[in-house]
Antibody, heavy 119, light 107 residues
């Protein structure tokens, strides 16, 4: 069974940093692209970026809204996906989801972890 | 970036009725479109991919159509559990943009 479990969310001050984790199981982690998606309270989903699979060199792509501030990485030995978030702003407050694709489609999602950026 | 314009933002309907949601892409995306259902406090669930293909285990009252820039998502014979939120997403090119969402409400 495919499982994705996010952790690491919480309250952080503006300008601060936070690292989210997505622990995975039930599949060969290195075979898949992994994405991060966020959703501010009561608002729409926003794709943040992905990290490619082993066959594609684990390279990354980001949305413009987080490029340069957020970094996606993966620990393939432990099947964990990370999202390092720096210089956080109030507008980064959201539930953050990790997602795994099947043939490019986001078929599996974690339960989400809430990040609140506030003084 | 490809913009996804989803409409309506909210819609009221009765049990047993049919509803249709539309997504317009700002440029052609072929059939690289997915539809998700999201229940309150839960993560999104993939319902339809490649514009028309039902994901595993999804009831046949859900359907999708379209290609290029105009896409539709239909729920036939609404059930009580269908009154939640729905999103389209294009996966033609990064950034993989979502529509603004549609909130279905019981009339």
């Amino acid at each position: 069974e495919v499982k994705l479990v996010e952790s690491g969310g919480g309250l952080v001050q503006p300008g601060g940093s936070l690292r989210l984790s997505c622990a995975t199981s039930g599949f060969t982690f290195t075979d898949y692209y992994m994405s991060w998606v966020r959703q501010p309270p009561g608002k729409a989903l926003e794709w943040l970026g992905f990290i490619r699979n082993k066959a594609n060199g684990y390279t990354t792509e980001y949305s413009a809204s987080v490029k340069g501030r957020f970094t996606i990485s993966r620990d393939n030995s432990q099947s964990i996906l990370y999202l390092q978030m720096n210089t956080l702003r109030a507008e980064d407050s959201a539930t953050y989801y990790c997602a795994r694709d099947i043939a490019g489609w986001f078929a599996y999602w974690g339960q989400g972890t809430l990040v609140t950026v506030s003084a | 970036d490809i913009q996804m314009t989803q409409s309506p933002a909210s819609q009221s309907a009765s049990l047993g009725e049919s509803v249709t949601i539309t997504c317009l892409a700002s440029q052609t995306i072929g059939t690289w479109l997915a539809w998700y259902q999201q229940k309150p406090g839960k993560s999104p669930q993939l319902l339809i991919y490649a514009a028309t293909t039902l994901a595993d285990g999804v009831p046949s009252r859900f359907s999708g159509s379209g290609s290029g820039t105009k896409f539709s998502f239909k729920i036939s014979s609404l059930q009580a559990e269908d009154f939640v939120s729905y999103y389209c997403q294009q996966l033609y090119s990064t950034p993989y943009t979502f529509g603004g969402g549609t909130n279905l409400e019981i009339k």
